[in-house]
């Protein structure tokens, strides 16, 4: 599949109207995998156009965001934005060596229902991010 037409889809599909600027951002994103930083995109945005200004990435990002094309997640002190699924996922990272562990949702999905039924409370997030210590780090961490 063309990737081209792919990120079209998606942004005529949330609603945008396509902009080569817009097709760059959504690339850069998608590029960057999961939990790029504002400085990556920013960073493959101008390899790419280094005539599109920071600011216009950050109005995109903040509607992407808006519309539900992009998710972005808080890891310490730094936000990080992946493209949405259309499959909830969630996250183990080790807070030493940064692996990071992909968790299917259905395995937090008792957890949310529990939640819900014992505290009234509707846990509205699909991606949770669970900062931990890997197999590997957790005994040198001591």
Known sequence: MNADLSFETSLRQHGFRVTPQRRVI???IWDNGEHASLADVLAAVQAV???ISPATVYRAIELFIERGLVIA???GNQTVY???SDHPHH???CRVCGMDQKLDHARLRGLMDDIEQDYHFLVET???ILLGLCAHCRPTAA
């Open 126 to 128: 699909e991606h949770l």
């Open 26 to 28: 959504l690339k850069a």
């Open 73 to 75: 997640t808080r890891i």
């Open 91 to 93: 996250h183990l990272i």
């Open 49 to 51: 156009d280094a005539n």
């Open 82 to 84: 992946e493209i949405a």
